[in-house]
């Protein structure tokens, strides 16, 4: 079984930066893709970042291009979101996934909440 582990988020001022952390543990020598997806409250789930963690494709939602950064620590087996230049648009509860093979599994952290506000 594959727990994830979220940190960071938090209230950052329009224009700031402010960086997400997820860590997995447990059985995880399946796990092949990592990311995040963010959600608001009546809205759907939306794609943030993927990262493979065999050096593979980074991917990003149209609407962070740019100013999020997606980046692996496979020794620890932990992804890091670098969110620059935030807008108030960006104000959502941020969830970590994690992609297992053999057989595909799906994992989601418990979410954390990012505010973007004045």
């Known amino acids: 079984q594959v727990a994830l582990a979220e940190s960071g988020g938090g209230l950052v001022q329009p224009g700031g930066s402010l960086s997400l952390s997820c860590a997995a543990s447990?059985?995880?020598?399946?796990?092949?893709?990592m990311g995040w997806h963010r959600q608001v409250p009546g809205k759907e789930r939306e794609f943030v970042a993927s990262?493979?963690?065999?050096?593979?494709?980074?991917d990003y939602g149209g609407s962070v291009a740019g100013r999020f950064t997606i980046i692996r620590d496979n020794d620890k087996n932990t992804v890091h979101l670098q969110m620059n230049s935030l807008k108030s648009e960006d104000t959502a509860v941020y969830y970590c996934?994690?992609?297992?093979?053999?057989?595909?599994?799906?994992?989601w952290g418990q979410g954390t909440q990012v505010t973007v506000s004045s």
């Open positions: 447990g059985v995880t020598a399946n796990v092949y893709n």
């Open positions: 996934y994690a992609y297992e093979r053999l057989p595909f599994r799906a994992h």
């Open positions: 990262i493979a963690m065999d050096g593979g494709p980074i």
